[in-house]
Nanobody
Framework: QVQLNESGGGLVQAGGALRLSCVAS????????LGWFRQAPGKEREFVAAISWGSGSANLVDSVKGRFTISRDNAKNTVYLQMNNLKPEDTAVYYC????????????????WGQGTQVTVSS
């Protein structure tokens, strides 16, 4: 089992920045990749970014490229999502999840999930 704990969400004005953190604990040796998804009210959960624990290779959805960066600190078992130039459409609950491949973008390919952290961007 792997436990994931997200933090760093909050309320920010458009153009602002937030950094989300996801700390993994438990059997972290079974976490080849860690991804971020988000879900806005009334919408399906969507892929945002993912990173390989080992190589650091990353994958981001086109809508956040150039604004968001995903990184990891293996020593701290922590993955970060740096979000810059936030837009109102980025408002959602952000979840981190463990997957097998960093290039997987489907939520059903991720098998451990955190509880989520709310990000609200005001216009």
């Amino acid at each position: 089992q792997v436990q994931l704990n997200e933090s760093g969400g909050g309320l920010v004005q458009a153009g602002g920045a937030l950094r989300l953190s996801c700390v993994a604990s438990g059997r972290t040796e079974s976490t080849p990749a860690l991804g971020w998804f988000r879900q806005a009210p009334g919408k399906e959960r969507e892929f945002v970014a993912a990173i390989s624990w080992g190589s650091g290779s990353a994958n981001l959805v086109d809508s956040v490229k150039g604004r968001f960066t995903i990184s990891r600190d293996n020593a701290k078992n922590t993955v970060y999502l740096q979000m810059n130039n936030l837009k109102p459409e980025d408002t959602a609950v952000y979840y981190c999840a463990v997957g097998r491949r960093y290039y997987s973008t489907l939520s059903n390919e991720y098998y451990y999930w955190g509880q989520g952290t709310q990000v609200t961007v005001s216009s």
